[in-house]
């Protein structure tokens, strides 16, 4: 029966780990203001995780370097405890709770992808702890009545709304056809409903709607369907593996649509690795590099996509600007605020009106920024074979004129 | 016998106390109460009956959608709850939310006992590693299929109903500690009555040999169906609770998580030792504290930590901890060695 | 017309899984082993071509190096890890290789970076029936390349020395170990021409498709599913299985829609495997 004292001994050990592991990280320390963020550093969002964190990144230090955060005449600076939530929402909703309630964050970043931040906001919520989140689109998220959820993005649903207004503006204000692929996630369901709306708005007609497993990498089936039923638009959206299957197999299937819109192309790097067959891609981004916003940390878009560049070897997409643009979000609430009461701040959050390199920056009751359009760029390649992204939408930074329809891949 | 109680006492008495002791480690706790109820029902199949299973989180995401849905089902409906990813806000108030999610646990161990014994009859035919592969598939096929299915959420996932608005902040934390150790401590309670009838020496025999059970005149698919359907009744309730814990339910990543949650009730029951009552609430406390430690200490490195630590546990303790014990102390397990015996063996290897 | 291209497309798709699982059933069969990590040693195969078509080689080379790389990878891995588990209970080899699975999904993240990548061979397109149907030559070379090499592969396993002693093994270890095999050189081959042919697959998948550090488990699964459905030993078997879970696959997404398609495959899994148990219990007989 000695057996039990094993247990006994296994049990009271347990206990004194768990007791002992209780790392204590203030909301402040010392001159370091701490936030929290669970990011996908590793699974099937780890690209774009790894994209928001150099975003997260380079604003901490460009904030840092240039005086850092002023509150109560002190000056403070930013640090980002990191967990890894394997891009699993369950993870990520564990690790929410382990920020607030073992390591004591009191500021929140958010995750990568909208269904992370769908299992996050719930306890940030709970906790009363202000979260500035740019990566979750995902219209629900506002709809919600959350009060500490701050979102410096579009919502999901807005995202490829323009697309489908151009093309009916261009069929002579008549409907549609629409086919569209959308992954099965909670982001790419989003924008299809987003899409369903537009349909329904336009008089448009979905006559192709495919919701793509997370895991396949194959959509041959959907675009032989796309061939055989000569849709007017198609709509694809599935995170990076989303693009880039999309692009190659259409290629390679030599699928001729008038218009091919999609997401995530700047984060797929869709040009480089594809080159001229991406050409025409019609491509929904919360950010592009020419727009003339302003602010005093990242100048402009140019000069933050030069910056970018610098420190980490690639041209910066949305995701890392937006995330970079949260940062300055906390700081510019927290100076306002002049505080570190979460309530002070989660008001100041609410109150925030500003202009960033990312663009303008107001939240409205749900959380979401409503001062910012989305814009739509086009891949437009020269005779080299040299492809670039070009702002076609809205008009008012459009730096080249939509080529609409695609020409016929018998004609490239 | 006195021993034994004083030892059940102290750990009632730790796990009531512990949410108390460490406020922060609640939900974490409740997580390790729901690691150990998968890990000793895995071992009812894997470890008594011999039928390694990765079928498991079938059970496990059955109930998980089942609490929920009935929990929102039962006052409003489901279908408007999901629809465009949960868009429209419904408030449960206290009572409905908790009289909600009593029925919904019972939905929830109850539906996927009933599928355990109405799938059981085909599956469980099945053995060696077909079985395991085929309840590895199943697995999968839940959870694509489930991806798929509208008022569930499909690809966008089912928000839970979220904890009604009491005054105190910890309460959500308290309340869905306590179900999960209670839950626990039933399952426990009830597998370790299981263990000391006829029916356990049952399973035994088939996992030993099922030819020469059935031969003895055993109906051992009476008795396999049966044993499932108790895994499926503690899986189920494990899943549901879960569910309301993540507040959150995706078909891949959350439900039927074969993949992590699957797998893993395998290897904490293997690290204690399967076969065994213990081994898998040593395992799964230990698997439990390693995955932490690795998740602070070696950030975007802890799938190699536990990689590794995987290979090295099927590698060199595949009789797990409690195996190893028994092998160098079997006096404490109440088994009597002859020590010439034991040297004799030991030789002849 | 859309028959006709979901057809060619599953045949085209199934003869590269049919290459992987060709693998899989020769260590299964072999070694008694059921490898998790096939499908992530399948992209490490693809990132080998990746790599050389970014140092501006054209991928296709990487059918070739590929899995001479991937070889030693399998040797090695065997000498770590398989060999301790060669006699052991199936089921630990399936924990173990997990273990590796996640091991090198990991890896690889950090070696190759998170994005999803691929290898553009500049093929072009086949265009049958007036542009109605259309086939990537990329798929084309992918499915001849698979053709070979499980031809080479079947013959090397009937005249070769070595091929010879790994049928041996399969059929009876200790008998072969009697008769003077070096059974422990045997296993470390089966496995190096398992992860040989794992990096074809690869170099071929990343050539047709994308790939991603934590794609590979879709793959295991699906060369699970073709081994069972073929047999153990049944190479003809497993040709046949796998251009037919290609062609499954294709019509599952037209008649049932994109969502169900992988969960249909799951699900006819265990509808055969039901299906052969009810068969065999006629008999008294069981699938073990």
Same mark, same amino acid.
């Given at each position: ?40 550093? &590793? ?31 002190? &000056?403070?600076?930013? @640090?980002?405890?990191?967990?890894? @939530? ?68 579009a919502?999901?649903?807005l995202y490829l709304d323009v697309a489908i207004e151009t093309a009916v503006a261009l069929n002579g204000g ?24 537009a349909?329904?708005?336009t ?18 089936? &959907? ?10 638009v ?25 218009m091919?819109a999609?997401?995530?192309c ?14 025409y891609a019609l491509c929904a981004s919360q950010w592009h590099k020419t727009l003339t916003y ?6 402009d878009g140019m ?15 949305y ?36 202009q960033?390199?990312y663009g303008n ?9 409503v001062d910012k359009p989305m814009v739509l760029f086009q891949v437009m ?7 670039e992204n070009k702002v076609v939408a809205p008009l008012k930074w459009a730096s080249a004129e939509l080529i609409h329809p695609i ?6 | ?17 512990? =949410?108390?002791?460490? =406020? ?39 109930? #998980? ?46 539906? =996927? ?6 799938? $059981? ?31 569930? *959420? ?62 003895? *005149?055993?109906?051992? #698919? ?6 499932? #359907? ?9 899943? $549901? ?19 992590? #949650? ?12 399967? $076969? ?16 932490? $430690? ?39 397990? *109440? ?15 | ?85 060669? /006699? ?41 029936? /007036? ?158």
């Open positions: 029966m000695k057996i039990k004292n094993i247990i006994i001994t296994f049990v009271s050990a347990i206990a004194i780990l768990f007791s002992t592991s209780v790392v204590s990280f203030a909301k402040v320390v010392g001159d370091k203001i701490i936030l929290g963020a669970a990011i996908s550093l &590793t699974g099937k969002y780890s690209s774009n995780g790894v994209h928001t964190q150099n975003g997260y990144n380079m604003a901490v230090d460009r904030i840092n370097e240039m005086g850092g955060v002023k509150v109560g005449g002190k &000056t403070y600076k930013f @640090d980002i405890i990191y967990y890894d @939530d394997e891009s699993n929402p369950k993870r990520a909703a564990q690790l929410a709770e382990r920020l607030i309630s073992q390591d004591g964050v009191e500021f929140m970043l958010g995750p990568y992808s909208s269904g992370l931040t769908k299992a996050i906001a719930p306890v940030t919520e709970k906790y009363g702890v202000p979260m500035v989140e740019a990566n979750g689109a995902s219209r629900s998220l506002f709809t919600k009545g959350y009060k500490y959820l701050f979102a410096v993005l919502p999901a649903n008549k409907g549609v056809r629409i086919a569209q692929a959308f992954e099965q996630d909670a982001f790419s369901q989003d924008v299809r409903l987003g899409i369903l709306d349909a329904e708005r008089g448009s007609k979905i006559i192709i709607d495919d919701k793509l497993p997370k895991e396949l990498n194959d959509m041959a089936a &959907t675009l032989a369907k796309v061939k055989a039923v000569k849709p007017d198609l709509v694809v959206s599935g995170h990076t593996k989303g693009a880039l299957t999309a692009i190659r197999q259409i290629a390679e299937m030599k699928v001729d649509v008038p091919l999609m997401t995530h700047d984060a797929a790097k869709l040009s480089k690795q594809h080159g001229k067959n991406s050409q302003k602010d005093d940390f990242f100048k000069t933050y996509a030069a910056d970018f560049e610098k420190l980490f070897g690639y041209d910066p997409p995701q890392s600007a937006e995330s970079s643009a949260a940062l300055l979000v906390f700081k510019d609430a927290f100076e306002r605020a002049n505080t570190f009461d979460q309530k002070k701040v989660r008001d100041a959050l609410a109150a925030t009106n500003m960033t390199f920056i107001k939240f409205a009751e749900g959380g979401q920024n390649c020269d005779d080299a074979g040299k492809c020409p016929k891949w018998s004609e490239r | 016998m006195n021993k034994n109680i004083i030892l059940y006492g102290a750990i009632l008495i730790f796990g009531i106390a512990a =949410p108390f002791i460490f =406020p922060a480690f609640k939900v974490q706790l409740s997580i390790l109460c729901i690691l150990i109820i998968l890990a000793i029902t895995w071992n009812v199949q894997g470890g008594e009956m011999g039928y390694n299973t990765f079928g498991n989180i079938l059970f496990y995401g059955l109930g #998980m959608y089942l609490c929920a849905s009935v929990q929102v089902g039962m006052f409003f409906p489901l279908g408007e709850w999901t629809e465009g990813g949960g868009e429209k806000t419904f408030v449960h108030t206290p009572a409905q939310f908790f009289q909600g999610f009593a029925v919904g646990l019972a939905v929830a161990a109850v539906v =996927p006992a009933i599928v355990a014994g109405l799938i $059981g009859y085909s599956i469980l035919g099945l053995r060696g590693h077909y079985f395991a592969i085929c309840t590895l598939g199943l697995g999968v096929a839940a959870g694509e299929i489930s991806g798929g299915i509208e008022i569930i *959420g499909a690809g966008q996932g089912f928000t839970t109903p979220p904890f009604p608005n009491v005054d105190r902040l910890e309460a959500r934390g308290e309340f869905f500690y306590f179900c999960s150790f209670i839950v626990l401590v039933f399952t426990f309670l009830a597998v370790k009555a299981i263990y000391s009838t006829r029916f356990k020496l049952v399973l035994n025999a088939i996992r030993d040999n099922e030819d020469k059970a059935e031969a003895m *005149g055993i109906q051992t #698919m009476k008795y396999k169906i049966i044993g499932w #359907m108790i895994s499926a009744f503690f899986c189920g309730l494990a899943g $549901g609770i879960m569910g309301g814990l993540v507040g959150y339910i995706d078909s891949t990543d959350v439900a039927f998580d074969g993949r992590e #949650m699957g797998v893993f009730m395998v290897l904490m029951a293997i690290l204690g030792g399967k $076969g065994t009552l213990w081994g898998p609430v040593i395992g799964a406390t230990l698997f439990h504290i390693f995955k932490e $430690g690795f998740w602070t200490f070696f950030l975007g490195w802890q799938y190699v930590a536990l990689g590794v630590l995987i290979v090295v546990i099927v590698i060199y303790f595949p009789e797990g901890i409690m195996g190893w014990l028994r092998e160098k102390y079997p006096e404490r397990f *109440g088994e009597v060695v002859d020590e010439a015996d034991r040297k004799a063996q030991v030789t002849l290897k | 017309m859309l028959t006709l291209q979901a057809v060619l497309d599953g045949l085209l798709l199934g003869i590269l899984f049919a290459l992987i699982a060709y693998g899989m059933a020769l260590q299964w069969g072999v070694m008694n082993i059921i490898n998790i990590a096939q499908g992530d040693l399948v992209i490490l195969g693809g990132y080998i071509a990746y790599f050389m078509y970014l140092y501006g080689i054209h991928p296709a080379w990487g059918v070739i190096v590929s899995p001479i790389i991937m070889y030693f990878v399998g040797v090695i891995i065997y000498k770590l890890v398989i060999n301790k588990v060669v /006699d052991r209970d199936l089921f630990i080899s399936i924990l173990a290789t997990f273990g590796i699975s996640i091991l090198f999904m990991q890896l690889m993240n950090f070696a190759f970076g998170a994005d999803v990548v691929l290898a553009n061979s500049g093929y072009g397109t086949t265009m049958l029936f /007036d542009n109605s149907v259309t086939l990537p030559n990329s798929k084309i070379f992918s499915a001849f390349i698979s053709i070979v090499f499980a031809i080479g592969l079947v013959i090397y396993m009937k005249k070769s020395k070595l091929g010879r002693a790994i049928r041996a093994t399969a059929q009876n270890a200790r008998a072969a170990k009697i008769l003077g095999v070096d059974t422990e050189k045997v296993y470390a081959a089966t496995f190096g021409i398992n992860a040989a042919l794992c990096g074809v697959a690869g170099a071929l998948i990343s050539i047709t498709f994308t790939i991603h550090p934590y794609m590979g488990l879709p793959y295991t699964i699906r060369s699970f599913m073709i081994v069972i459905v073929a047999g153990l030993g049944n190479l003809p078997g497993v040709a046949m299985s796998g251009m037919g879970l290609g062609v499954f696959e294709e019509f599952a997404d037209y008649i049932l829609g994109t969502e169900f398609r992988i969960g249909s495959v799951f699900l006819l899994l265990v509808l055969i495997l039901v299906y052969r148990r009810f068969k065999l219990s006629r008999k008294r007989e069981y699938l073990k």
